[in-house]
């Protein structure tokens, strides 16, 4: 959803939130140099002043929450100041509740005294508690690989809750609001929510790609890392979340190029209720090691694994 704010809209220029929190950037907050935001963060409050205003008995206040941290996100390395992070968010929360001439309340007031450090550690959280469900489809098999990037994203976010996980269950819960951790994550998915993981393999190229359904919106971690960031190694299944068809990936290799054409073209076409894909895959690797001696090697240990 943070697309959503970094595109914002146009069109509440003459508004009072939108004319009074301007004014409050150039003249109040204007030792902090937020100028070159200012127009980027009332952008993305016209687009949810305008989304709320359109769908008031429908309306997702996941929003509001998504809107917080990326506020914050903007802000803060600005201000570098408790305190004053404080006061703008305050500022910024009232204009939208006070001065709105249709009298309904946009989002509501967060709790804004907060440390730069444990702002930055909720973020981290409340990103993976939107994203696990898309990195536990990417990295269903042992084998995913996943370039340096995505690797490091997820070696984050699982860092990051283990720390909290430890210090509001095992530990006195003095480094992070533990009320709050709790309401991300439950106790129970600690296993799996502590697990993920990807083999780093930057020269692994994707063999096909799935896309995802018009009604995925993208996570935090999508507009950090590129689509084709997870991937997998050697020859396997995996299967997709909304499509049912599975994805094939196979190490880069000049050598069996017309294989792997030969096998995606078959799959295609082929009809999905006369046999299985793995019976697929097997036949037309026997049918091309046939005719292709030079690819034995290649494949004899992997399809030795897979059978």
Same mark, same amino acid.
């Given at each position: 959803?943070?697309?959503?704010?970094?595109?914002?809209?146009?069109?509440?220029?003459?508004?009072?939130?939108?004319? $009074?929190?301007?004014?409050? +950037?150039?003249?109040? %907050?204007?030792? =902090?140099?937020?100028?070159?935001?200012? *127009? !980027? /963060?009332?952008?993305?409050?016209?687009?949810?002043?305008?989304?709320?205003? $359109?769908?008031?008995?429908? +309306?997702?206040?996941? %929003?509001?929450? =998504?809107?917080?941290?990326?506020?914050? *996100? !903007? /802000?803060?390395?600005?201000?570098?100041?408790?305190?004053?992070?404080?006061?703008?968010?305050?500022?910024?929360?009232?204009?939208? %509740?006070?001065?709105?001439?249709?009298?309904?309340?946009?989002?509501?007031?967060?709790?804004?005294?907060?440390?730069?450090?444990?702002?930055?550690?909720?973020?981290?959280?409340?990103?993976?508690?939107?994203?696990?469900?898309?990195?536990?489809?990417?990295?269903?098999?042992?084998?995913?690989?996943?370039?340096?990037?995505?690797?490091?994203?997820?070696?984050?976010?699982?860092?990051?809750?283990?720390?909290?996980?430890?210090?509001?269950?095992?530990?006195?819960?003095?480094?992070?609001?533990?009320?709050?951790?709790?309401?991300?994550?439950?106790?129970?998915?600690?296993?799996?929510?502590?697990?993920?993981?990807?083999?780093?393999?930057?020269?692994?190229?994707?063999?096909?790609?799935?896309?995802?359904?018009?009604?995925?919106?993208?996570?935090?971690?999508?507009?950090?890392?590129?689509?084709?960031?997870?991937?997998?190694?050697?020859?396997?299944?995996?299967?997709?979340?909304?499509?049912?068809?599975?994805?094939?990936?196979?190490?880069?290799?000049?050598?069996?190029?017309?294989?792997?054409?030969?096998?995606?073209?078959?799959?295609?076409?082929?009809?999905?209720?006369?046999?299985?894909?793995?019976?697929?895959?097997?036949?037309?690797?026997?049918?091309?090691?046939?005719?292709?001696?030079?690819?034995?090697?290649?494949?004899?240990?992997?399809?030795?694994?897979?059978?």
């Amino acid at each position: 959803m943070y697309s959503y704010f970094e595109n914002g809209q146009k069109g509440c220029e003459s508004l009072d939130f939108y004319s $009074n929190i301007s004014e409050e +950037f150039k003249q109040t %907050y204007q030792l =902090y140099n937020l100028k070159g935001i200012s *127009d !980027k /963060i009332l952008k993305a409050l016209c687009f949810i002043y305008n989304r709320k205003g $359109n769908r008031q008995n429908n +309306f997702d206040n996941e %929003y509001c929450s =998504y809107l917080y941290y990326w506020l914050g *996100d !903007k /802000i803060y390395p600005k201000v570098n100041n408790k305190a004053v992070f404080s006061r703008i968010i305050n500022m910024i929360y009232e204009e939208l %509740y006070r001065s709105i001439p249709e009298y309904f309340i946009v989002c509501p007031f967060v709790y804004a005294p907060i440390d730069k450090v444990i702002f930055n550690k909720n973020k981290l959280l409340f990103d993976y508690s939107k994203d696990y469900v898309n990195i536990e489809l990417d990295t269903a098999h042992d084998l995913t690989t996943c370039d340096e990037k995505y690797y490091n994203y997820i070696n984050q976010y699982i860092s990051t809750y283990k720390e909290a996980y430890s210090d509001c269950y095992n530990g006195e819960g003095k480094n992070l609001d533990c009320s709050y951790f709790s309401t991300l994550f439950k106790i129970e998915h600690h296993e799996k929510l502590s697990s993920y993981k990807c083999i780093q393999c930057d020269k692994c190229r994707e063999f096909t790609e799935v896309k995802r359904g018009p009604e995925e919106q993208p996570s935090a971690l999508a507009k950090l890392v590129p689509q084709d960031r997870a991937r997998t190694s050697n020859i396997y299944l995996n299967k997709t979340r909304d499509s049912g068809l599975s994805r094939i990936n196979i190490l880069d290799s000049s050598e069996n190029t017309e294989t792997t054409k030969t096998i995606k073209k078959n799959y295609a076409t082929e009809g999905r209720h006369s046999k299985t894909l793995i019976d697929s895959v097997v036949e037309e690797l026997r049918d091309s090691l046939a005719e292709n001696p030079s690819s034995k090697d290649f494949f004899v240990d992997t399809m030795s694994s897979q059978m």
